[in-house]
């Protein structure tokens, strides 16, 4: 028999039919929605007098629009109109919603995984293109958009064409102040923002098998960063422990049953990819951006580099382009530079891991009087974890804003956006302009580097508190 891929055993098992010539249909296993990417497809739904196909595999929440502040009170007028209208479609559709009055609300690629939606071996979609995120259970999944929302809630089923499959092997062990953030980081600078078009990447390696969920989650969420379809990494002992007990896991003898069946997910040996990246964990640093892509990072004492020394005439262009919006300039230190707001939130860094961390290096210190820092939770499961555990008091006693769960200012679609010309050290996925406001400014870290950032008021290397 020939080895397979983790990729391939996944695709191959979901395929309902292919035609010569054409796309393969693909089932999927769970279906994520959120009030932006959906009104669309219901209204298309309603127009052509069809159901939804399965609403015990669609699940919705409200993220990008709600305020982080009160919930409820959502002043933008369209964002209120579109969190109203995914309460109404998901009434009339019968669907599952965890909305703002839901104790299980928060950001979509964060609920799922907490709630025990996302399982191994599923095929798992959801309009936004962080659906990557999931892979790290194992699971094939990926972003699509409102026409294929419409499609997968009429059908469950989706027409795609199969991916190449690109191996990131990473072994070794991470030196201090170095994590997901900064692994994920460094990958996309390697490979740039288009080197990973049409590929789906499985994340192999003994730094990868040694990392918690939550370091798994961030690196697959940020995939897409690299152009790449959908990340995933091989389940393992973590992930089962992970999974056990949650609300949508498997119980009791099903979950023996899915337990077997898990434990083939993996590739096989021999098995070939179509392309290998191998990095090395000791020579990872923290990373900070200082352009507006995210495979722009740098190490925290690195000098931002010269255009001249970029490869191609259109990365020189970019670069230049970047460096005028950011008022940076090139031999720049980004170490002391000094920053005006302080994000730690987003489906990539809002876990509950993530805030303990942040809050080992706030504990006892105060936020610099010149900067204005928030934390959002990325679920209020999370929220009332981290309250549990003091965490609020901690950041509130500092000087943290302690919010409510929600996108926030990662897409700035709801009241929390950076102001023109303000320089904000985030701990989201992207750094395009505007992302978190109309002429922001972003710098992407890893929590621990935005909390050290917080207290001195300027970029600095978060080691020097370790």
Same mark, same amino acid.
């Given at each position: 028999?020939?080895?397979?891929?983790?990729?391939?055993?996944?695709?191959?098992?979901?395929?309902?039919?292919?035609?010569?010539?054409?796309?393969?249909?693909?089932?999927?296993?769970?279906?994520?929605?959120?009030?932006?990417?959906?009104?669309?497809?219901?209204?298309?739904?309603?127009?052509?007098?069809?159901?939804?196909?399965?609403?015990?595999?669609?699940?919705?929440?409200?993220?990008?629009?709600?305020?982080?502040?009160?919930?409820?009170?959502?002043?933008?007028?369209?964002?209120?109109?579109?969190?109203?209208?995914?309460?109404?479609?998901?009434?009339?559709?019968?669907?599952?919603?965890? !909305?703002?009055? /839901?104790?299980?609300?928060?950001?979509?690629?964060?609920?799922?995984?907490?709630?025990?939606?996302?399982?191994?071996?599923?095929?798992?979609?959801?309009?936004? /293109?962080?659906?990557?995120?999931?892979?790290?259970?194992?699971?094939?999944?990926?972003?699509?958009?409102?026409?294929?929302?419409?499609?997968?809630?009429?059908?469950?089923?989706?027409?795609?064409?199969?991916?190449?499959?690109?191996?990131?092997?990473?072994?070794?062990?991470?030196?201090?102040?170095?994590?997901?953030?900064?692994?994920?980081?460094?990958?996309?600078?390697?490979? !740039?923002?288009?080197?990973?078009?049409? %590929?789906?990447?499985?994340?192999?390696?003994?730094?990868?098998?040694?990392?918690?969920?939550?370091?798994?989650?961030?690196?697959?969420?940020?995939?897409?960063?690299?152009?790449?379809?959908?990340?995933?990494?091989?389940?393992?002992?973590?992930?089962?422990?992970?999974?056990?007990?949650?609300?949508?896991?498997?119980? &009791?003898?099903?979950?023996?049953?899915?337990?077997?069946?898990?434990?083939?997910?993996?590739?096989?040996?021999?098995?070939? %990819?179509?392309?290998?990246?191998?990095?090395?964990?000791?020579?990872?640093?923290?990373?900070?951006?200082?352009?507006?892509?995210?495979?722009? !990072?740098?190490?925290?004492?690195?000098?931002?580099?010269?255009?001249? $020394?970029?490869?191609?005439?259109?990365?020189?262009?970019?670069?230049?382009?970047?460096?005028?919006?950011?008022?940076?300039?090139?031999?720049?230190?980004?170490?002391?530079?000094?920053?005006? %707001?302080?994000?730690?939130?987003?489906?990539?860094?809002?876990?509950? /891991?993530?805030?303990?961390?942040?809050?080992?290096?706030?504990?006892?210190? $105060?936020?610099?009087?010149?900067?204005?820092?928030?934390?959002?939770?990325?679920?209020?499961?999370?929220?009332?974890?981290?309250?549990?555990?003091?965490?609020?008091?901690?950041?509130?006693?500092?000087?943290?804003?302690?919010?409510?769960?929600?996108?926030?200012?990662?897409?700035?679609?709801?009241?929390?956006?950076?102001?023109?010309?303000?320089?904000?050290?985030?701990?989201?996925?992207?750094?395009?302009?505007?992302? &978190? !406001?109309?002429?922001?400014?972003?710098?992407?870290?890893?929590?621990?580097?935005?909390?050290?950032?917080?207290?001195?008021?300027?970029?600095?290397?978060?080691?020097? %508190?370790?």
């Amino acid at each position: 028999m020939k080895p397979k891929t983790l990729f391939e055993k996944i695709w191959e098992s979901h395929v309902v039919t292919k035609e010569k010539g054409t796309p393969s249909l693909l089932y999927i296993d769970a279906h994520l929605i959120h009030e932006v990417t959906s009104p669309q497809a219901f209204a298309n739904l309603r127009k052509k007098n069809l159901n939804v196909r399965r609403t015990d595999k669609t699940f919705a929440t409200v993220d990008h629009n709600v305020s982080t502040t009160s919930q409820r009170n959502i002043k933008d007028a369209l964002s209120r109109v579109q969190v109203e209208t995914l309460e109404r479609n998901c009434k009339d559709f019968g669907i599952e919603l965890f !909305g703002l009055n /839901s104790p299980n609300q928060g950001i979509v690629h964060v609920i799922g995984p907490e709630l025990g939606i996302t399982k191994p071996g599923m095929t798992i979609v959801c309009g936004d /293109s962080h659906t990557s995120t999931h892979g790290a259970f194992g699971t094939l999944a990926f972003g699509i958009g409102t026409t294929e929302v419409e499609h997968v809630l009429a059908t469950q089923c989706l027409l795609q064409q199969p991916m190449k499959i690109m191996e990131v092997r990473i072994d070794g062990t991470l030196g201090k102040g170095v994590t997901a953030k900064d692994v994920i980081l460094t990958i996309l600078s390697k490979i !740039g923002t288009k080197g990973g078009i049409g %590929y789906c990447i499985e994340y192999t390696g003994s730094t990868m098998q040694n990392m918690n969920m939550e370091g798994r989650m961030t690196i697959c969420n940020m995939s897409i960063e690299g152009g790449a379809r959908a990340g995933m990494i091989a389940p393992d002992e973590i992930t089962f422990a992970y999974l056990k007990g949650r609300q949508f896991s498997p119980k &009791q003898e099903k979950w023996e049953e899915s337990l077997k069946r898990w434990k083939s997910l993996r590739t096989d040996p021999d098995a070939p %990819y179509d392309k290998t990246v191998i990095i090395e964990a000791k020579k990872i640093a923290p990373l900070v951006t200082w352009g507006t892509d995210p495979s722009t !990072g740098i190490p925290i004492h690195e000098k931002i580099p010269h255009p001249n $020394k970029m490869q191609s005439k259109d990365q020189k262009i970019t670069s230049e382009k970047a460096l005028t919006y950011m008022a940076l300039k090139p031999g720049m230190r980004l170490e002391g530079f000094p920053i005006d %707001y302080v994000f730690i939130g987003s489906c990539t860094n809002a876990r509950i /891991s993530d805030l303990r961390e942040a809050a080992k290096i706030i504990k006892g210190k $105060k936020v610099k009087n010149t900067v204005t820092a928030w934390v959002v939770p990325g679920s209020r499961q999370i929220k009332r974890q981290a309250e549990k555990e003091g965490l609020d008091k901690i950041f509130h006693s500092a000087g943290f804003e302690w919010r409510w769960s929600g996108c926030s200012a990662c897409i700035a679609m709801n009241d929390d956006k950076i102001p023109p010309g303000k320089y904000c050290i985030s701990t989201s996925n992207r750094n395009y302009e505007g992302r &978190q !406001g109309p002429g922001s400014r972003t710098f992407l870290a890893s929590p621990i580097m935005a909390a050290a950032a917080a207290i001195e008021g300027k970029i600095t290397d978060v080691r020097n %508190y370790l």
